[in-house]
């Protein structure tokens, strides 16, 4: 079967539409496609094609992420990608993956791709690797009680209308994006789709709350919730989901934590997309009745390793060859010297090299590590990652490592 893939035309979201209905075997919502649609970035979606018919789909939004070291890079955040149930495992998905793939190592415009999968599984063999994780936690409120957090009581909270209080919002978020990588920057597009709120996703909850913390006069941290209410013969059982809590400062964060997990008729409070090291987890006095589960959130791919490498920071000097395996993107396959100082961000370098490697490795696995993951480590005792010269693992395992831990906090 011919795969022909290329560039869409000015229907190109109405195609997309049409896969991805398809593809999911669920109708899309109208209200639930806007906010997608206004992200959308017509020119840089393709589509596959068997003779006239369209029969997969794949989108890039350009991001601009932050990496360790407090460094950000451009990411081409690949989603909204599917093929027709009627074409799978002929190819169509590796045609676009390889395609998309090419196609931004040529133009050179981003080193590092992104994505969060329906299936795990699937994008490993084109090179993604396992980048950022989220923790999902339920509280029961017979279990909300907090450890003190110094300077609680000087933080007060409020309801405010989400629109009106954005910028403000915005201001908190992007503080927060400017220390933990995986987060990336939303433009005026991401921004108002963050506030979406179709009748079709709400399931029988509220609309979208919003609460804003203040401290000394300002804006210091917000949440965005939905409640929904639920009785029996035992009486309220409601659950609380929060969408987001982000904060400038350790008390506010806790303020609207203590907030959430006391609603009345609430039951139950859950935070689907949190991060490992999220303070919450840190502040429960009885974790073990707090249901906490971790999932794998977003995954990396290295389209050109040289400039990947070479963009982030290292949290200790680096001096190694790293020999990558790559047989998807074979641009990237060989020795690579990679040369870095945690001091001087502008000495760091990654180039090709003849020397003998130290490290041998997929690229998958090197993606893994690339946000700051510590998983060098368990790769290796895994024997997945070949340490040639003793004693290497454990010192490039510990320059990758970051801190805070990496976190997608804007799912796409």
């Known amino acids: 079967m011919a795969i022909d893939v290329r560039p869409l035309g000015d229907d190109a979201w109405h195609q997309a539409v049409r896969i991805m209905e398809f593809a999911f075997g669920e109708e899309w919502p109208s209200d639930a496609q806007e906010p997608e649609r206004g992200r959308y970035e017509p020119d840089r979606a393709i589509g596959a094609f068997t003779t006239d018919e369209m029969v997969g789909h794949a989108a890039i939004y350009s991001l601009r992420m932050t990496v360790p070291g407090r460094r950000e890079l451009d990411a081409a955040g690949a989603s909204m990608v599917g093929v027709l149930p009627t074409h799978r495992r002929r190819g169509v998905l590796t045609a676009l993956m390889r395609h998309q793939l090419n196609g931004l190592y040529e133009s050179g415009r981003e080193a590092v791709a992104v994505l ?3 299936e795990p599984a699937i994008y490993g063999r084109f090179g993604y690797g396992l980048a950022t994780e989220w923790v999902s936690v339920e509280i029961q409120r017979t279990a909300r009680m907090l450890r003190p957090v110094a300077g609680v009581d000087e933080v007060t909270i409020r309801y405010a209308d989400p629109d009106k209080v954005l910028d403000a919002t915005n201001a908190v978020r992007e503080s927060v994006v400017a220390a933990r990588p995986g987060m990336f920057h939303h433009n005026e ?6 506030l979406a709120d179709p009748v079709s996703g709400r399931h029988g909850g509220s609309p979208l709350r ?10 210091s941290g917000f949440a965005y919730f939905q409640t929904r209410s639920s ?3 035992r009486g309220p059982g409601g659950t609380t989901t929060i969408s987001r809590v982000q904060a400038t400062d350790a008390a506010s964060a806790a303020a609207l934590w203590r907030f959430l997990l006391d609603q009345d008729l609430m ?17 429960l006095l009885d974790v073990r009745r707090a249901k906490v589960t971790v999932r794998d959130s977003m995954w990396a791919r290295l389209v050109d390793v040289g400039r990947a490498l070479g963009s982030r920071g290292y949290a200790a000097p680096v001096d190694v060859v790293l020999d990558v395996h790559d047989e998807f993107c074979p641009w990237n396959a060989g020795r690579w010297h990679l040369v870095a100082d945690a001091e001087d961000a502008d000495s760091t370098s990654c180039v090709r090299t003849e020397r003998e490697a130290d490290l041998v490795l997929d690229v998958r696995d090197l993606a893994s590590a690339y946000l700051g993951r510590p998983t060098l480590l368990g790769l290796g005792a895994a024997g997945l990652v070949e340490e040639r010269v003793p004693g290497t693992l454990a010192r490039v395992a510990q320059a990758f490592r970051n801190d805070p831990l990496p976190l997608l906090d804007t799912p796409f």
């Open 116 to 118: 969060t999968a329906s």
């Open 189 to 194: 597009s991401w921004r108002r789709s963050e």
């Open 210 to 219: 919003c609460v804003v913390a203040e401290r000394a006069g300002q804006v």
């Open 231 to 233: 009785w029996d013969e």
């Open 267 to 283: 039951a139950t409070t859950a935070h689907r997309r949190l991060s490992l090291d999220d303070p919450i987890l840190a502040w």
